[in-house]
Structure formats: structure tokens, C-alpha cells
């Protein structure tokens, strides 16, 4: 049975840090986590003093994937046990209502799509290892940096298993089919330096610095972008990859013109012409 906090919370400078929080175990994911995390990412998506979403892991991993005593009960003839319901409330509870209706998609809160419903930027900051599940919850955010001592390596092919909790999906669009099949065939290892290559991360920072770079990044968002902008790009670019161009182009021609008449825009062009830092409003939190 899990026992304690798990998964850490800290906001500032208008960026919320979550720290998977079981170092002594590389953060290998337990229900307690996968519970946490809903709840302390729901947290920060309604948290009007919180901008962007940073995920990273304690100690020198991001995460081992699922905590080997499941697996090894499992192996031993152990009957899988059914996952804890779902809140019904949850997904509606993240959602900022900007942007195009996500609907059916991203529904999984045990298997963290539903990251893809926050209206906030969540960055991926890989500090180290990442295996298994727990890099179908790298993929899930929007952006991902790698630490210099990032290893990447899906394992299931390795363990008897298949392309589990939707990692094909994933993969595929980041990287294409056939970059997603050598991986997910072999499970080899992949560096950070090499995952930035096959698209698998943005970029790759120095171990030494990589908070300080991530955080970097993040400010750029946090201060000078309009958090209503970005709520609708995000969801724009998730509902877009089950969507034709036609159909993109109209969500677009639809949001714009909700743009025009938002303060948003009233301050993105008065900042610009008085030239100053912007100050957009905060996103409001939902009655």
C-alpha cells in the first residue's frame, strides 16, 4: 500500500513544478502515484497563479516505469486487478473550456492522457532514465526536454508484452512509423542526444544545469505569452491530429475570431506598440 506524498507541488514565478517524489525507487509507478498525479495536476490546471506545468522526477531518474512487484506478481499467475474507477468529474475539472472540445478523446486518467485536456502548457523535464509506461507519461505532455543522462527505453518488448497504454499512438506522431517500430521492437536504449534527433524530446540540456534551462523556457511562457493563447493553440494542435485540414481551418477561422474580441488581444497589441512587457490576464478559474 502506498504511504506518504508521492508526488510534490511548488509553484513559482507562475510555473508549477510536479515532482514524482519516490527517488529510492526511480519513481516507479504505484497506484498512489498515478492517483497523486491526477490530483496534483488537476491542482495546477486550476490554479489561476499557475501558467505552465513543468513534470519531472526526484533523484537521478524521471521515472523506472511500473514498480517491478506488480510485474513480478503478475508473472507469478497473480489475477490483474481492476483499475480504481474513475472520478467522473475529473476530466470536466481540468478542462479550461477554451479552444476546440476535445470530446472523446484523451479520456484515460490512469494511462494520463488527460494531460492533453489541461489548457496549460505541461513540459516533460526527463532528469534521467525514463522506461516503460512511465514514457507514455513523458509523451503526454506537450513539450519534452532531456537531461544529458536521459535514457529512453520502452522495455515492453523486452518483458513478453506489446505497444501498451497507446505508446504506438504516441510515438508515431512524433516520429513516424517507422522510427516508432525500431524502438518499440527492439526496446533498445536511446540517449537524450539521439531522442532529440528522432523527435522524441525538443532539446537537451547539460545534467548540471537542466532545471535552470527548463525553467528558462518556461518563464518565456509564463511572462510573455497570453495564457488564453495558449490554451487554445494547445488544444487546437491535439484536436487537429484527428481532424482534416478543412475541418483544422475552420476551428481556426472560429477561434480567431473569438481572439479579436478577448483582452488578450487588446493587451497583445498594446504592449507591442508601447513597448513594454505584457501583462495578459490570468486565465479564470471555472465557477
Not at 154 to 166: C, D, F, N, V, W
Not at 198 to 210: A, K, Q, R, T, Y
Request: glycine share 6%.
Amino acid at each position: 500500500m502506498e504511504e506518504g506524498i508521492v508526488v510534490l507541488y511548488d509553484v513559482k514565478d507562475r510555473i508549477a513544478t510536479v515532482t514524482l517524489n519516490r527517488p529510492e525507487q526511480m519513481n516507479a509507478i504505484t497506484p498512489g502515484i498515478r492517483s497523486q498525479l491526477a490530483e496534483t495536476m488537476a491542482r495546477a490546471a486550476n490554479d489561476p497563479q499557475v501558467r505552465v506545468i513543468i513534470l519531472t522526477g526526484a533523484g537521478r531518474a524521471f521515472s523506472a516505469g511500473i514498480d517491478m512487484n506488480y510485474l513480478k506478481s503478475r508473472s507469478a499467475g497473480a489475477a490483474r486487478q481492476a483499475p480504481k474507477a474513475d472520478d467522473p468529474n475529473f476530466l470536466p475539472s481540468i478542462a479550461s473550456g477554451l479552444g476546440p472540445d476535445l470530446e472523446d478523446q484523451f479520456t484515460e486518467i490512469q494511462r494520463f492522457s488527460y494531460m492533453m485536456r489541461i489548457g496549460k502548457p505541461v513540459i516533460a523535464a526527463i532528469n534521467g532514465p525514463v522506461v516503460g509506461i512511465s514514457c507514455v507519461l513523458a509523451l503526454s505532455a506537450d513539450i519534452r526536454f532531456a537531461s544529458d543522462k536521459m535514457i529512453f527505453s520502452t522495455a515492453m518488448s523486452q518483458r513478453g508484452l506489446i505497444a501498451e497504454h497507446a505508446i504506438q499512438w504516441l510515438m508515431t506522431r512524433q516520429m513516424g512509423p517507422a522510427r516508432t517500430l525500431d524502438l518499440l521492437l527492439s526496446s533498445r536504449r536511446v540517449s537524450g542526444e539521439e531522442a532529440k534527433y528522432l523527435g522524441l524530446v525538443n532539446d537537451v540540456f547539460p545534467h548540471e544545469s537542466f532545471m535552470s534551462e527548463v525553467r528558462k523556457y518556461a518563464s518565456v511562457l509564463a511572462q510573455n505569452v497570453s495564457p488564453r493563447s495558449m490554451a487554445v493553440i494547445k488544444a487546437q494542435v491535439w484536436k487537429s491530429m484527428f481532424q482534416s485540414y478543412k475541418e483544422a481551418l475552420a476551428v481556426s477561422d472560429h477561434e480567431v475570431g473569438l481572439s479579436f474580441d478577448s483582452p488578450d488581444f487588446k493587451e497583445g497589441i498594446a504592449h507591442f506598440v508601447e513597448k513594454r512587457a505584457a501583462n495578459f490576464p490570468d486565465l479564470k478559474p471555472k465557477a
